[in-house]
């Protein structure tokens, strides 16, 4: 739980001592890379913080085709915000791409760090309207981008992953096929080169 401290203690203004508070109410869980820690119709009781590893979240249509959502690393939230505050049951999928640990979130802690810390309260603001900044720009994306732009957008979210997820999912996670993906990437290194 050392990561999460530390990222609170860094963007959130929590206190060493606020946070002995916030301790007893977390809870650390290990899953083994394949394995879900949230599946299709069951409703999503906790956000997940990434101490170690890699979740994606995703989808699976009619056609039994995966579209993935999101990814999560070292240091991001996931969650489906949707089926936590409205107690549905969730949509979409969350397992885990690497073996991983994470941080269970659920609501007793929210309500508790919100109580303790006017500076949590501020960020978990910024935090949620920074969720929907980037939900409406993937919309825009995957509506109206080129592959490269969607590819290079991915690289700059996400830099830290191209070489720890498979193409298929990065190719998921870009609503294109995995050859279009290949062919995107060719083209990219050839203008690198050019550059040189």
Same mark, same amino acid.
């Given at each position: 739980?050392?990561?999460?401290? !530390?990222?609170?203690?860094?963007?959130?203004?929590?206190?060493?001592?606020? $946070?002995?508070?916030? !301790?007893?109410?977390?809870?650390?869980?290990?899953?083994?890379?394949?394995?879900?820690?949230?599946?299709?119709?069951?409703?999503?009781?906790?956000?997940?913080?990434?101490? !170690?590893?890699?979740?994606?979240?995703?989808?699976?249509?009619?056609?039994?085709?995966?579209?993935?959502?999101?990814?999560?690393?070292?240091?991001? $939230?996931?969650?489906?915000?949707?089926?936590?505050? $409205?107690?549905?049951?969730?949509?979409?999928?969350?397992?885990?791409?690497?073996? %991983?640990?994470?941080?269970?979130?659920?609501?007793?802690?929210?309500?508790?760090?919100?109580?303790?810390?006017?500076?949590?309260?501020?960020?978990?603001?910024?935090?949620?309207?920074?969720?929907?900044?980037?939900?409406?720009?993937?919309? %825009?994306?995957?509506?109206?981008?080129?592959?490269?732009?969607?590819?290079?957008?991915?690289?700059?979210?996400?830099?830290?992953?191209?070489?720890?997820?498979?193409?298929?999912?990065?190719?998921?996670?870009?609503?294109? %096929?995995?050859?279009?993906?290949?062919?995107?990437?060719?083209?990219?290194?050839?203008?690198?080169?050019?550059?040189?």
């Amino acid at each position: 739980m050392e990561n999460f401290f !530390k990222y609170l203690s860094e963007n959130a203004g929590i206190t060493p001592g606020q $946070f002995n508070i916030l !301790k007893p109410l977390l809870q650390v869980k290990n899953i083994v890379k394949g394995k879900y820690i949230l599946t299709k119709g069951e409703v999503c009781s906790h956000s997940f913080f990434v101490e !170690k590893g890699l979740l994606r979240m995703y989808s699976i249509n009619k056609e039994g085709k995966e579209n993935i959502i999101q990814f999560a690393s070292e240091n991001w $939230f996931i969650s489906d915000r949707s089926s936590a505050f $409205f107690h549905e049951p969730s949509q979409y999928n969350i397992d885990a791409v690497e073996d %991983t640990a994470v941080v269970l979130i659920d609501a007793k802690f929210m309500t508790t760090a919100l109580e303790i810390s006017p500076e949590f309260r501020s960020y978990n603001e910024n935090l949620l309207q920074n969720h929907i900044r980037h939900l409406q720009g993937r919309i %825009t994306l995957l509506i109206g981008a080129s592959a490269e732009e969607r590819y290079m957008n991915f690289i700059k979210l996400y830099s830290d992953l191209t070489l720890r997820v498979p193409q298929w999912m990065i190719a998921s996670y870009l609503g294109i %096929t995995p050859e279009s993906l290949s062919r995107v990437r060719k083209e990219l290194a050839k203008q690198h080169f050019k550059g040189y």
